[in-house]
């Protein structure tokens, strides 16, 4: 009887450990949020007449020009534009994908993903953007172990978590206790 109680006392607390778990991904998750809420990228033309101000998805904030900008042709104003709002739109979706992989994890290869597209679009190099990168967002000291930073998300090449050992059957909270994990679990 001692063994089984022992057991069941085992199973509550790892099924604790998960509500724990869970409410701790949660917070993360509204975290993620209010950091994605305040993005903002902003860049400047090389002549310092224009200037842009992106913010997540790629959402444009705010356009500025000077008085020397606004005396240029219409195609360099233009030009200049396109290239300020290329450079602030990459760099807040660089930002971004760094955000989400703070809190996520990088099991999905977010910034690989990102500097492709952009190296791509734009004509350079992902070691290039992977450098704008670092200098955007200068490598924070690492935390102490934190297990609640660690993703989630399982690639689809990685096997389930082995399931508890089953117990001997018969009392009504094995039973019980038993089908809540399976609930939980699906």
Known sequence: MSAEFDQLVAEFERFQSRLRNVDDRAAGLDGMRAELSTLEATATSPDRGVTVVAGPGGAVLDVR???????QSPQALSAALMSTLRQAVGEAARRQVGIVEEHMG????LTDQVLEAQAELFGTSVEELRSRMAEENPAAPAPAEDFSEQSFVRRAEEPPPAAPPPAQPGSAGDTFLRKLFDEEDH
């Open 65 to 71: 020009f000077t008085e020397d900008a606004l005396r």
């Open 106 to 109: 990088d099991d999905l290869g």
